[in-house]
């Protein structure tokens, strides 16, 4: 999740905000932890602001919060770049502005941003907040900032476990004026975590014949779930990854399944160095590994962790599902890395 402003108005700032929109969604898709997107956001920016655009005008700033959530930690993951904080509202109706550190403005260059991580109670609503929305004319955004706090607080003690829905309505009926003097953002995401019957992971030793068994073990969850008609590609998904990692990484090396509203794979390593997607010829007698598995799965990645990274891979669905699983599990806010895909729990900006 995101939200930011850029500095100014009219047509020339909003065309600003496409083109950082667009940047931070190719940014997101590769995984990078908050402050790392946020540093290279800033890079992109910077350039921007060197010179004149013939369209567009000079780059004079923007600010931007961006936050991860990962589902099966129950964690979030925040760095900001000259913007104000987000709230967190528990079930049990506190009211949290986490301390997350302060980075400056993209467009300066400077490239100095933290990420701060903390876990979230399950049931929790994240609020992000633009600029619009605090600014108070005549108290300037630090009296907005304290009428947003008492707001939050009083819908959380008076509604207990209310709605995204309800917060908006409260927060946009006491701070919205009625004359906006410029952009007003207000983004409410209730966390959800992933049950844990719906995980399952295994350490795999550092021999090739324990691919065998590692199938074995699949094959029997996804039965367990009613996937069986995915027992087949999951197997070519999985042999190809965990053999790849085998004989190109040392260290240990981690399978984990997350059965949500996709079918997600992943497999961790120690090796920082991604992987390189070949277009194979026919005559080609090896590089088809990861070929395969980016055809036969319906999206594919990798990210960085701290001791290495994972590629993960998703596949859809079977629309009925069968044996252990009698229902769906309820879609989730975030990456599958951390997916989302927060996973890959993808990161879902805005």
């Given at each position: 999740m995101a939200v930011g402003s850029v500095v100014g108005c009219g047509p020339r700032a909003r065309a600003w905000i496409g083109r950082l929109r667009g940047a931070l969604r190719n940014l997101s898709s590769t995984g990078l932890a908050p402050d790392e997107l946020l540093g290279r956001l800033d890079h992109l920016a910077a350039r921007w602001g060197r010179g004149p655009d013939e369209c567009e005008g000079i780059f004079?700033?923007?600010?931007?919060?961006?936050?991860?959530?990962?589902?099966?930690?129950?964690?979030c993951a925040v760095s900001r770049a000259g913007h104000r904080p987000p709230a967190v509202m528990s079930p049990d109706g506190r009211v949290d502005f986490?301390?997350?550190?302060?980075?400056?403005?993209?467009?300066?260059?400077?490239?100095?941003?933290?990420?701060?991580?903390?876990?979230?109670?399950?049931?929790?609503?994240?609020?992000?907040?633009?600029?619009?929305?605090?600014?108070?004319?005549?108290?300037?955004a630090d009296g907005g900032f304290a009428l947003l706090r008492r707001v939050l607080s009083?819908?959380?003690?008076?509604?207990?476990?209310?709605?995204?829905?309800?917060?908006?309505?409260?927060?946009?009926?006491?701070?919205?004026?009625?004359?906006?003097?410029g952009a007003v953002a207000l983004m409410v995401a209730r966390t959800r975590g992933m049950r844990p019957d719906h995980v399952a992971?295994?350490?795999?030793?550092?021999?090739?014949?324990?691919?065998?068994?590692?199938?074995?073990?699949?094959?029997?969850?996804?039965?367990?779930?009613?996937?069986?008609?995915?027992?087949?590609?999951?197997?070519?998904i999985l042999s190809e990854l965990v053999s790849n990692a085998l004989r190109?990484?040392?260290?240990?090396?981690?399978?984990?399944?997350?059965?949500?509203?996709?079918?997600?794979?992943?497999?961790?390593?120690?090796?920082?160095?991604?992987?390189?997607?070949?277009?194979?010829?026919?005559?080609?007698?090896?590089?088809?590994g990861l070929f395969l598995v980016a055809r036969v799965a319906e999206r594919?990645?990798?990210?960085?962790?701290?001791?290495?990274k994972v590629i993960w891979t998703e596949q859809t669905l079977p629309q009925t599902p069968q044996g252990g699983?009698?229902?769906?599990?309820?879609?989730?806010?975030?990456?599958?890395?951390?997916?989302?895909?927060?996973?890959?729990?993808?990161?879902?900006p805005v």
């Open positions: 004079r700033g923007a600010t931007c919060l961006y936050a991860i959530y990962d589902p099966v930690s129950r964690h986490p301390d997350v550190p302060a980075g400056p403005p993209l467009g300066l260059g400077s490239g100095s941003f933290t990420t701060a991580e903390w876990e979230v109670p399950e049931g929790s609503q994240l609020v992000l907040y633009g600029h619009g929305l605090v600014h108070r004319r005549g108290k300037g009083r819908a959380a003690t008076r509604n207990g476990v209310a709605g995204p829905e309800e917060t908006c309505a409260a927060v946009f009926d006491a701070l919205l004026p009625l004359r906006p003097g992971d295994w350490d795999v030793p550092a021999e090739p014949a324990a691919v065998a068994d590692l199938r074995a073990a699949v094959t029997r969850q996804l039965a367990h779930w009613g996937l069986s008609d995915l027992v087949f590609t999951t197997e070519l190109y990484t040392t260290g240990p090396i981690h399978l984990r399944l997350l059965c949500d509203d996709a079918l997600t794979c992943e497999v961790f390593d120690s090796s920082p160095a991604f992987p390189h997607l070949r277009q194979v010829a026919t005559t080609d007698e090896s590089g088809r594919w990645g990798t990210r960085h962790t701290q001791a290495g699983m009698d229902e769906r599990p309820v879609a989730t806010t975030g990456h599958p890395s951390q997916g989302s895909r927060a996973g890959h729990y993808d990161p879902c």
